[in-house]
């Protein structure tokens, strides 16, 4: 399955094998369409909850802005500490936490603080190519570990396991994924517990998505497990739980000289997280958690609506279990998931990511998000219906 | 978890001899009604999503009129990117245009560069020497080293970094008014003297432009938008 279609242009075809690269060239060509439904990128269109902007204004009003230290508001720092050791089981105090420009910083720093020229990360495939750019930067080399559509994509201590080898450093775990939405269920997380204490590995693991996990299913923090919290990098934000991708907050938490470091590291590379914006997330995690429950409601109902879609379409797909994506295996059209998506955008008017975004090998599936209201969803599905029953070979 | 064997045999070299932390300023400086309220106006409108990757479009197009109508120089808003502070442009620009094991040129104070630097793995000096691949400058240099290194950059292909942000002094000149090296100069700029704590900055033009913009996501995607629009109401009120 190879990419035929000569109609592609230039700048989606050019950047074709640089997942984040595809991505944003699609973006922009969306963005040069009327009437375009974006299901692309992951950013909540939800709004961020009255109460944290009403507490961002009265920080703004009473001149609450000047610069914090590099590691965060103190007060933000103990509220975070506070709300992993209660929600997540993690052993951690203020000292063990900081602040950071969303959460694709912290693995930034993370990887910056951990890893030299040759170690390698064992990866999840397919993975969120963002944090590509971090690990090559820092001379890591990323080894890929199988998930499967059978599976639900969870992640196999036997897998990872199998990939390691005497340069192996780290494995990095996104849970629930992105792309995959899949989740590392508990009983996994044990058995890879058991493997990175036996091989001496660091995890670095993002639960960014954590907060929006769908029934039955819950959400289980690897660094909570005895002998892990000494070996694990626990990455979150306020972005997706909370609707606030625009306003750059994140959190890390780790053990004390790994904070140390990155601080370190971030006093070079961004500063401070602006200080409207750590306001705003100690207002999040310290206010009512209605609106958390209340937005997963709603995700639940679409994720319900756009799994039907699928189904009429014919595409296959992993439970999805957590975040904000459905990961859908497209091989029934018959077409490359990267031509699939330019089709759909061109003729359909509806952006969707290729799998081929999220790692070389995924020609057939594509990454669909439940980021819009349900009728919009439902249109998006008629949108692209007609385009599929056109060009499936 | 302060017993932390396992990762203290871990810390990767290149953090080791970064500077230590400073405190915080303790001062909480005066940011003026009108830029609180434009941002409270913008948080209303809900601007609490990404925003553009290189920045919202208002501030960039002010940034290129800026540049052309201070220094004369052209640089298109496309080649604009909003950063986190002007610490992340220094880095950005640093650790993309500038190999591991290469030398950038600075013949003034070198303090804001040497953290990037030294993380990347590069050195930083004060006289030519054959690796050298960058030269920063800032208005605050002497204008006639300043001037006798850009003849250097042209002849070496340097990149420029041109950094305007903490200068003391604000002089029209500007690297990117000579044609021949334009395409090689990188100017930055912040609001880090007046809104500190909402980390705005910016790096504006160079053939690596597009280069620099996907280097700043892959660290922080975008950069605050609520910052970003009371920048953008701060530049226009205060900034002819």
Known sequence: ??????????????????????????????????????????????????????AANRAMREGRTGLTAAQGLPQLRRAIADHMREHKGLPVAAGNVMVTTGGQEGLFLAIQALIEPGDEILVPDPRYTSYDDAIRRAGGIMVMVPTDREDAFNLEAEAVEAAITPASKALLIVTPSNPTAGIVTEDRLRAIADVCIRHNLIVIVDEIYSRIIYAPWRHFSIGSLPGMAERTITLDAFSKAYAMTGWRCGYVAAPENVIEAMARVKQVTTGPVATVSQWAGLAAITGPQDCVNEYLKIYTERRAVLLDGLDRMGFAYGEPRGGLFVWADSSSTGIHATELSYLLLKEGRVLIFPGTAFGENWREYVRITLLEPIETLRTAVERMLPVLERYRV | ??????????????????????????????????????????????????????????????????????????????????????????????????????????????????????????????????????????????????????????????????DLSFAKSAPPFHPAQNEKLASRVVTIDSLSADLAGWRLGWMAGSAAALRLRAGKQAITICTTAVSQWAGLEFLKANVS
Not at chain 1, 4 to 24: C, F, H, K, M, W
């Open chain 1, 1 to 54: 399955m190879s990419l035929v279609n000569p109609n592609i242009p230039e700048s989606v075809r050019a950047v074709a094998s640089d997942g984040t690269q595809l991505r944003y060239a699609l973006m922009e060509m969306a963005r040069g369409m009327d009437d375009v439904i974006t299901l692309g990128r992951g950013d909540p269109d939800l709004p961020t909850p009255s109460h944290i902007v009403d």
């Open chain 2, 1 to 162: 978890m302060n017993t932390v064997k396992t990762l203290s045999r871990s810390l990767a070299s290149r953090v080791a001899r970064l500077d230590a932390l400073p405190a915080p300023p303790q001062d909480e400086p005066e940011v003026l009604s009108n830029v609180v309220e434009a941002a409270v106006a913008a948080l209303a409108r809900g601007e609490t999503h990404y925003t553009d990757r290189p920045g919202i479009p208002e501030f960039r197009a002010w940034v290129a009129d800026h540049l052309a109508e201070r220094y004369n120089v052209l640089v298109d808003p496309s080649e604009v990117t909003v950063t986190c502070g002007s610490t992340e442009a220094r880095f950005v620009t640093m650790t993309l245009l500038v190999e591991a094991g290469g030398a950038v040129l600075c013949p003034g104070d070198s303090s804001r560069i040497r953290g990037a630097l030294h993380i990347l793995g590069a050195d930083v000096v004060d006289s030519i020497q054959d690796d050298i691949s960058l030269l920063y400058i800032t208005p605050d240099d002497y204008r006639e080293t300043a001037i006798e290194l850009l003849q250097r950059a042209e002849d070496a292909n340097w990149w420029i970094v041109y």
